[in-house]
C-alpha cells in the first residue's frame, strides 16, 4: 500500500505538494487475526530517484496550505518490532 504519511492537522486535507509518501507492507496475521505490518520504505518518484529528497511535515498550516511554520524533516523510516 502505498499513501502519504502526514501529521493530523486540523481543518485540511492531503497535502500533495509535500514529499512524503510511504509504500507500507503487511501480511495478514492468523494469531492476532488482523493485518501485521512487515515493511515501511520511502517511495520516490521517477524525477526523484536519484536524489536526496527531505521529506516534511508541517507543524502548522494557514488557510489549509502549508505556511512558514516549523516543519519536521526526515529522511528515512523504519518499522520497530
Not at 12 to 31: A, F, H, K, M, P
Not at 39 to 44: C, G, Q, S, V
Request: charged residues 30%; aromatic residues 6%; contains cysteine.
Amino acid at each position: 500500500m502505498t499513501g502519504r504519511l502526514q501529521l493530523p492537522l486540523t481543518a485540511t486535507g492531503e497535502l500533495e505538494e509535500l514529499s512524503n509518501v510511504v509504500r507500507v507492507r503487511c501480511e495478514y496475521d492468523q494469531d492476532l487475526k488482523a493485518p501485521n505490518f512487515t515493511a515501511i520504505e520511502l517511495f520516490k518518484s521517477e524525477s526523484e530517484k536519484d536524489k536526496e529528497v527531505d521529506n516534511e511535515w508541517p507543524l502548522a498550516l494557514q488557510s489549509s496550505a502549508a505556511a512558514e511554520a516549523p516543519r519536521i524533516l526526515w529522511k528515512e523510516i523504519k518499522l520497530n518490532h
